[in-house]
């Protein structure tokens, strides 16, 4: 069986936003860093829907996990100056 390949862009329509690479690159400039040990899910900015895809589909090990984790990644790391 193959998995399915998801991406960012898929990731950002599927939480319902903006997800052209342009709008993907500003979301994340404008959220990080998230202060460490704090958990992508419980960021201030999600609404509780989006938070609770995130946790579930963190939780169920499913298919979007690798893209969480990248999300998750990309959020965690401060800014170049």
């Known amino acids: 069986m193959e998995l399915p390949n998801h991406d960012l862009k898929e990731l950002f329509d599927q939480l319902g936003l903006p997800s052209s690479r342009a709008e993907i690159e500003r979301f994340i400039e404008m959220h990080r860093p998230l202060p460490q040990g704090m958990r992508l899910a419980d960021a201030p900015f999600w609404t509780p829907a989006q938070a609770q895809f995130l946790n579930e589909e963190f939780h169920d ?13 990309l959020l965690h790391v401060q800014a170049p100056h």
């Open 61 to 73: 090990d499913a298919d979007w996990v690798p893209l969480v984790d990248q999300l998750n990644a």
